[in-house]
């Protein structure tokens, strides 16, 4: 289901698709994304292998200060 929702989102080559996900089911969309989040403190294992960002606390909301420490390093 989830990967046919992301097939119909218009995706502008300019810009990036970021998905964040947990469990087990969002594994192929967190590869298929251009970015992959997973939540690691409850995150599948299947999921945090297929992302390229894992956040230690399952805090969405964290995101935003994850990529300002991205961008100072």
Avoid at 29 to 51: C, F, H, K, P, Q
């Amino acid at each position: 289901q989830v990967e046919e929702l992301l097939a119909q989102i218009p995706h502008p080559k300019q810009q990036k698709l970021v998905f964040i996900g947990d469990g087990v089911n969002d594994a192929p969309v967190i590869t298929r994304a251009d970015i992959g989040v997973a939540m690691g403190g409850l995150g599948s294992a299947a999921a945090i292998e297929a992302a390229d960002v894992v956040l230690m606390e399952d805090a969405p909301a964290k995101l935003p200060q994850a990529i300002a420490i991205a961008r100072r390093t």
